[in-house]
């Protein structure tokens, strides 16, 4: 990566997580000890709780002595960071504070941190008209994407902030055409957009590049085209309907609007939210149309597949399954036992005290002074003792290991962000990021950070009474948030801002609503 001293340690997350001294990569060791430096990494330079830590990374299934399970992975990560740090001295690069780990890195020495770097500093250069620079500076950020963030890493929190990430890049890719658009290049940039629309389908902005790229290119059918898929993909599987900005681009193409023809203006906004209608050269919206009637799609709670068994799991189900079997049930009652206190099961608890009871009394009716069966009686307990180890190797077998699922972005908070995105005022009389409002669509517990009352902000992942009173009075005194990067610059949230708020965190701009009230 570029701009890194040759000895310093440099980290990859825009992928698997990857980490380089010099040019040796290092061996970052098991996957929970990679997953512990993943939440390190995307706190760097704050400190992160032991509690945070455990939460991420296990979930709902923490460890017993989770907080020895993280200081072994943290011992491991800094012999491998600092290796030539002798055995009880204090770590520079990864230390212990009050308030919890702390990972120490210099800027850009991420490649999410050239990855944002390179972001800011092309929207820079377009706001000051340079054009070719600022894409030549997104084409530099979007290329130290390798494969998904984080590949590997498993649970809620790293496909929240797996989300998240991809948003920001999908958000550059947006940046990127628009530019390549503005510079007149539809007919190079088509190809690239194909595929691009292809990844982002729901990406209304990326939509109107395309659709605009093929008009300025004489194919005035194929962007029409363009528009109706758009709009059966959004009305017909999500209930959406196109925003009116798209709506316009595509009455323009219909009537042969002689200002699609050219680029606009290289002089761009301020934010990247404004700069779509600039770079698509749209003019004043319609009049408003009706409101269009809102469904949940009968997807809206999957919550995805269940991952496929490698062979490790089949190894540890036939272990367990072996177990009452070799010892004749008698191991069966204290095998369940055993799982039911680790998962703080009442079930499995009752069960294993029923195995227990059916194996010891099979056991008491068989006669022991004879080899054989003698009696009605011993047959009776050589059943009881066979079947309670048979039944419980199946249970078993059915229920080690946990079937875990892997976890996905939530669709309700997706389609709810979407339409916030698209119809604001719409998302503002559904309650959308409104818990404390009685129920009108399903957003998946999002919080609006513009709208929410004071006690519902103190909700959100580690915001404080105080904090929540900060939030109140900087939007009243000056004015609605425009973007998580504002909730940042005025010292309310660290930059970025930790995924478990992103999470659920809402924008809905204030001043979008209030331009549609006017329309």
């Known amino acids: ?55 991420a990374v296990w979930g709902d299934e923490p460890p017993e002595n989770g907080t020895n399970v993280v200081q072994k992975y943290v011992a491991g990560l800094r012999r491998v960071l600092e290796p030539e740090r002798a055995p009880r001295a204090a770590g520079l690069l990864l230390t212990l504070t009050e308030a919890g780990y702390r990972l120490s890195v210099a800027p850009g020495n991420t490649d999410l941190d050239l990855f944002t770097s390179h972001v800011r500093e092309a929207r820079q250069l377009r706001g000051a ?96 085209a363009t528009y109706r898929e758009a709009r059966t993909l959004l009305v017909n599987a999500h209930g959406v309907e196109p925003g009116n900005a798209l709506r316009h681009l595509h009455q323009q193409i219909l009537q ?11 002089s761009a906004p301020a934010s990247a939210a404004e700069a779509a209608p600039a770079a698509f050269g749209w003019a004043a919206p319609p009049p408003p149309q009706p409101v269009p009637q ?51 099961s009442v079930r499995l608890g009752a069960a294993a005290v029923g195995y227990l009871a059916v194996t010891f009394g099979g056991a008491l009716l068989i006669d022991t002074s004879s080899d054989e069966i003698t009696s009605d009686a011993d047959g009776l307990g050589v059943f009881l003792v066979i079947a309670s180890a048979l039944v419980c190797a199946v249970h078993v077998a059915v229920i080690v290991p946990r079937r875990k699922r892997t976890p996905g972005l939530d669709p309700r908070r997706q389609y709810a962000r979407q339409l916030a995105a698209e119809h604001p005022q719409i998302a503002r009389k559904l309650g959308i990021g409104r818990p404390d409002l009685p129920n009108q669509f399903e957003d998946g517990g999002l919080i609006d950070i513009n709208d929410a009352p004071e006690p519902v902000l103190r909700t959100l992942p580690g915001v404080s009474a105080e904090q929540a009173a900060l939030i109140v009075a900087d939007r009243t005194h000056r004015g609605p948030f425009r973007s998580c990067e504002d909730l940042s610059a005025r010292g309310l949230f660290p930059s970025p801002i930790p995924p478990e708020v992103a999470d659920v ?15």
């Open 1 to 55: 990566m570029q701009g890194a001293v040759d000895d310093s340690v440099r980290f990859d997350l825009l992928g698997p997580l990857r980490a380089f001294r010099g040019q040796r990569e290092l061996d970052l060791g098991p996957a929970k000890q990679r997953a512990v430096l993943a939440i390190l990494l995307l706190a760097a330079n704050r400190p992160v709780p032991t509690s945070r830590i455990i939460e």
């Open 129 to 224: 008209g340079r054009l070719a620079e600022a894409a030549a500076e997104l084409q530099t950020a979007l290329s130290l994407w390798r494969a998904e963030p984080l590949a590997g890493l498993t649970g809620s929190y790293f496909e929240a902030t797996r989300a998240r990430l991809t948003d920001d890049r999908a958000a550059a890719v947006e940046d990127w055409a628009e530019l390549e658009l503005e510079q007149g290049h539809q007919q190079n940039l088509l190809p690239e957009l194909s595929r691009l629309v292809a990844e982002f389908p729901l990406r209304e902005r990326l939509r109107g590049v395309q659709m605009l790229a093929l008009y300025r290119a004489g194919r005035q059918a194929e962007a029409l």
């Open 256 to 266: 042969n609007d002689p200002t699609l023809t050219t680029p606009q203006s290289s």
């Open 294 to 344: 809102y469904r949940p799609p009968e997807t809206l709670v999957q919550t995805g597949e269940p991952e496929s068994l490698r062979w490790q799991d089949w190894a540890v189900k036939f272990a367990a399954a072996a177990v009452p079997i070799i010892s004749v049930g008698m191991l069966s009652g204290p095998l369940v036992g055993i799982l039911a206190i680790r998962r703080r």
């Open 505 to 519: 965190l809402l924008i809905i701009r204030v001043q979008d609503t209030v331009d549609d009230d006017r329309r």
